[in-house]
């Protein structure tokens, strides 16, 4: 009979235990200089380590052998506890033993003597379950336990345990596992059981198993009885996911305000047995990354996915304002918590999605801020003559009238100039560095030359021209911070090898330049 991984793979010894070493070692301390207690308390997400802790702890304390603080897991009391075979270390299920006869049976076992073990050790999972009247009665046995007893309280729920009797026990939280840690675990089991996996599955699965080794591991399970080849879609697939592309798709959608494409959508990905609830929680998590991006230093610590996703999630978000991101994020909420009220979970995805397209149906604070600030942006691209608002020409007419412009004189001028290496740009990208992250990534192994008025960008990065068309924002930071280093200012442009001119032929960035820079320029 095939025995579940997350069974098979269950830390035996603290060392053996991820991603918990604040705990486990202060444990293994407390076992080897004879320091435990008689009460403790280990809270925390599900998955995380808490009832393999109690346990490794159980036999810990009665070891006939210890190493360093863990059980040896070959003396007679060891085997007897993991066979079963002692009955000094009982395991409680709190959800189905939750009443106050239950607890008062286990205040008079407590009176009797280990019959082989050195200490009787009562395990009570989802102690947050008992009622009120078993947690007094159990009250009464922390307050003046006897020496052989030791109690560990495992609880996902911390806050619905009473004050009494946290306060008498030794309280320790399990941190949710990181998704390197998760990941290595699962290339460590897969290598172990023969499987193959790729990268970006690992890490699909450590994202999925929301910092829970033992659900990375059942979902590890699930995949391998469909191949032992392990592949980022197979994971996908396994865990009901239908891709990222259409959070991309609804966030482009919900931007540009297309109700109509919107109900589309979800009306495809309904055809395709998509759980709408799902659906919002995947969308508050995309704009959770989406936040990140936009606000962190460093968002690829924060964010969980391949790096192809990362890069697309920073590019997006450059796009989107934060009032947008935040109220979009607190309609998914409301949309859930009208789910949990019994509204039809497609009516309520439907009609959240249609009024975020649809701004003047919201009539919130929150959506006439996000209408004030649409307007202010569009103020700013009108240009006041006396009392009447002349509207900046459109981009297409401007390249228009600029293309027609491109053969006078000055133009001729600016191109006639010697292409030199802006000898400042380290400095100009230790500056970027501290003020945009991700326009520093961006940039990344640049370097830069100075054409006339032009300051020409040579970015290997494929994401650098359309991250500068896209983003006026940083197209500022990189203008004053030119300007602050090197008090010139300059317009800006892309850099290519192919327009770099070469001896005794015509001068080919010149001819770029002539053809195509007010088309390319990022001003």
């Known amino acids: 009979m095939h025995q579940a991984l997350y069974r098979k793979y269950r830390p035996q010894t603290f060392s053996s235990v991820c991603g918990q070493e604040h705990i486990t070692n202060t444990l293994k301390t407390q076992v080897s200089e004879n320091r435990f207690t008689h009460a403790y308390l280990f809270t925390g997400s599900r998955g995380t380590g808490k009832t393999s802790s109690a346990k490794i702890l159980a036999k810990a304390v009665n070891c006939l052998n210890l190493q360093n603080g863990d059980p ?17 270390v009982v395991e409680i299920d709190a959800a189905s033993n939750n009443g106050v006869d239950d607890i008062r049976n286990l205040r008079e076992q407590v009176e009797y003597l280990p019959s082989k073990a050195k200490f009787r050790v009562y395990i009570i999972d989802e102690v947050h379950m008992l009622s009120k009247p078993a947690f007094n009665a159990l009250l009464k046995t922390l ?64 994202k999925l198993c929301d910092g829970g080794m033992r659900d990375a591991l059942s979902l590890l399970d699930l995949c391998a009885g469909n191949d032992t080849n392990i592949t980022e879609k197979l994971v996908a697939d396994c865990a009901g996911l239908i891709g990222k592309d259409h959070l991309f798709k609804m966030v482009d959608i919900i931007e540009n305000g297309d109700a109509p ?34 606000t962190a230093k460093q968002p690829e610590k924060l964010i969980t996915g391949t790096k192809e996703d990362i890069d697309r999630i920073v590019l997006q978000a450059s796009k989107i304002k934060f009032e947008n991101i935040l109220y979009c994020s607190k309609k998914f909420s409301e949309c859930l918590d009208n789910m949990k009220k019994g509204v039809s979970k497609r009516v309520a995805v439907e009609t959240t999605i249609i009024r975020l397209c649809t701004k003047e149906l919201d009539l919130s604070s929150e959506a006439v801020l996000k209408r004030i600030s649409d307007l202010e942006e569009k103020i700013a691209n009108f240009a006041f003559k006396g009392e009447v608002a002349i509207e900046k020409p459109k981009e297409k007419e401007v390249k228009e009238v600029k293309k027609v412009e491109k053969k006078e004189p000055q133009h001729k001028n600016i191109t006639a100039e010697k292409l030199v290496k802006f000898t400042k740009w380290a400095e100009v990208m230790e500056l970027v560095k ?73 001068d080919k960035l010149d001819e770029f330049i002539s053809n195509n820079s007010d088309d390319i320029t990022l001003e």
């Open 72 to 88: 040896c897991n070959e003396c007679e009391n060891c085997k007897g506890i993991d066979s079963g075979e002692i009955l000094d």
């Open 261 to 294: 494409a919107a109900v589309e959508l979800i009306d495809e990905l309904y055809n395709a047995s998509c759980d709408m609830e799902r659906l919002m929680n995947e969308l508050t998590a995309h704009y959770r990354d989406l936040l990140v991006a936009k």
């Open 143 to 206: 307050e003046e336990p006897p020496a052989h007893i030791i109690f560990i309280l495992a609880t996902t729920e911390v806050w619905a345990i009473p004050a009494t009797i946290l306060s008498r026990c030794q309280r320790y939280d399990f941190n949710r596992i990181s998704a390197e840690i998760i990941a290595q675990r699962i290339k460590y089991v897969c290598e172990q059981e023969g499987f193959t996996i790729e990268d970006n599955a690992a890490t699909l699965i450590s």
């Open 434 to 506: 501290a003020e945009s992250n991700m326009l520093y990534n961006v940039l990344m192994g640049s370097v830069a030359y100075v054409k006339g008025n032009y300051l020409l960008i040579d970015a290997k990065n494929p994401l650098f021209a359309e991250t500068l068309r896209n983003s006026e924002e940083h197209r500022d930071t990189i203008r004053s911070i030119v300007f602050k280093v090197s008090g010139e200012k300059y317009r800006l442009g892309p850099y290519s090898q192919k327009t770099a001119p070469k001896s005794e032929e015509k």
